[in-house]
T-cell receptor, first 115, second 113 residues
Framework: GAVVSQHPSWVICKSGTSVKIECRSL??????MFWYRQFPKQSLMLMAT?????????EQGVEKDKFLINHASLTLSTLTVTSAHPEDSSFYIC???????????FGPGTRLTVT | DQQVKQNSPSLSVQEGRISILNCDYT??????FLWYKKYPAEGPTFLIS?????DKNEDGRFTVFLNKSAKHLSLHIVPSQPGDSAVYFC????????????FGQGTILTVHP
């Protein structure tokens, strides 16, 4: 149980285009989903927290107009990187938890490369 | 401000011996602690957790110890196996953070056959 999937697993896009990453909880309903990014040899940095049906809460320093998050249902959250630039290249990971549970279950991650 | 710190970037252990990974925190409002294991280019996998009202939690080869007065927790793996080689992250949950976790920098564990 507690499986989280992400799609795509890797994507290459050109500078200036937008990329959408999907995060799905496959066998449970996720009241809250989280989006992280990880640079090589660094820790996971929380970007934003999203709750189903409400606006995402962004961490300090994260541009909400650049990283659009939509949590349309209890099993799906999407992260759209708008007008991507090479510095947005990173490993993006989502996680989800069930209401009342503290453990977060992570997706496999999405490698984004912007050329 | 690094509220969760893993001061050892790496640890090397012989197969069959004990691995001890350490984690320190500064925020006394953290009420739940978790350990995750991560392979390159994959998402973290949940290992074990402990509530701040306990000082020990055990699950098979994995035991987590919490010393609240020292704001220190450790993960013990006994016996260590080559398949345990990965990056280990400790994470802490703030009591009022709505589930948000703060992660340490990670420790690379290498278990030699």
């Amino acid at each position: 149980g507690a499986v989280v999937s992400q799609h795509p697993s890797w994507v290459i896009c050109k500078s200036g285009t937008s990329v959408k990453i999907e995060c799905r909880s496959l066998d449970f309903q996720a009241t809250t989903m989280f989006w992280y990014r990880q640079f090589p040899k660094q820790s996971l940095m929380l970007m934003a927290t999203s709750n189903e049906g409400s606006k995402a809460t962004y961490e300090q320093g994260v541009e909400k107009d650049k990283f659009l998050i939509n949590h349309a249902s209890l099993t799906l959250s999407t992260l759209t990187v708008t007008s991507a630039h090479p510095e947005d290249s990173s490993f993006y990971i989502c996680s989800a938890n069930q209401g009342g549970h503290y453990e977060q279950y992570f997706g496999p991650g999405t490698r984004l490369t912007v050329t | 401000d690094q509220q969760v710190k893993q001061n050892s970037p790496s640890l090397s252990v012989q197969e069959g011996r004990i691995s001890i990974l350490n984690c320190d925190y500064t925020n006394s409002m953290f009420d739940y602690f978790l350990w995750y294991k991560k392979y390159p280019a994959e998402g973290p996998t949940f290992l074990i957790s402990i509530s701040s009202i306990k000082d020990k939690n055990e699950d098979g080869r994995f035991t987590v110890f919490l010393n609240k007065s020292a704001k220190h927790l450790s993960l013990h793996i006994v016996p260590s196996q080559p398949g345990d080689s990965a990056v280990y992250f400790c994470a802490a949950r703030h009591g009022t953070s709505y589930g948000k976790l703060t992660f340490g920098q990670g420790t690379i564990l290498t278990v030699h056959p």
